[in-house]
């Protein structure tokens, strides 16, 4: 079955680096654009960066723009999130998703990974 | 940005109630690219409606979506047990950014 399992989270300080992977299986991963979403703890959901199937392009939100990079590598079914100049507020629980639909810039999200929690301590 | 903005915040119901949620967007929502999830305690959203109103496989009849333009509604016909969760819209039709609404929580009266 489709599975998505997220590694890499911990506890780092603020303006530390970490990077996060995301290891896909039960599907064809060079087909499909996927995105990593975050949610601060007791908090909604926050969208982050959107890959497209190849790696050709990729999308940021606001807040991370500059400081976070989407990467993948198809040859190993692997989705990854570089995070530079950690800051207090980037404190959540990050999940990797398989992208549906046919917008260019990204679509709806599934399924889901089970989320790594990342705490970044001041 | 199109804002995304869900009400009620919380929603108490007993088994066996119908519940409606709404979610309204700042701006019209591009051919109707909205979706909903379920995120129960601990675990992952689950996504349930896709395009506003075309259930995602495996979901129960129970939950239908409808609406189109700025406003959406999630309908669960009969709450069952395990519908007690947290629900939340996703707009996809502008971005980036993708964005979410706060969420609503449906609970048991």
């Known amino acids: 079955q489709v599975q998505l399992v997220e590694s890499g989270g911990g506890v780092v300080q603020s303006g530390g680096s970490l990077r996060l992977s995301c290891a896909a299986s039960g599907f064809t991963f060079s087909s499909h654009g996927m995105h990593w979403v975050r949610q601060a703890p007791g908090k909604g959901l926050e969208w982050m960066a959107f890959i497209w199937y190849d790696g050709s392009n990729a999308y940021y939100g606001d807040s991370v723009k500059g400081r976070f990079t989407i990467s993948r590598d198809n040859s190993k079914n692997m989705l990854y999130l570089q995070m530079n100049n950690l800051r207090a507020e980037d404190t959540a629980v990050y999940y990797c998703a398989r992208n549906r639909g046919s917008r260019e810039r990204g679509g709806y999200f599934d399924p889901w990974g089970q989320g790594t929690l990342v705490t970044v301590s001041s | 940005e199109i804002v995304l903005t869900q009400s009620p915040g919380t929603l108490s119901l007993s088994p066996g109630e119908r519940a409606t949620l709404s979610c309204r967007a700042s701006?019209?929502?591009?051919?109707?690219?909205l979706a909903w999830y379920q995120q129960k305690p601990g675990q992952a959203p689950r996504l349930l409606i896709y395009d506003a109103s075309s259930r995602a496989t495996g979901i129960p009849d129970r939950f239908s979506g409808s609406g189109s333009g700025t406003d959406f509604t999630l309908t669960i016909s009969r709450l069952e047990p395990e519908d007690f969760a947290v629900y939340y819209c996703?707009?996809?039709?502008?971005?980036?950014?993708?964005?979410f609404g706060g969420g609503t929580k449906v609970e048991i009266k």
């Open positions: 701006q019209s929502v591009s051919s109707s690219y």
């Open positions: 996703h707009q996809y039709g502008s971005s980036p950014p993708l964005t």
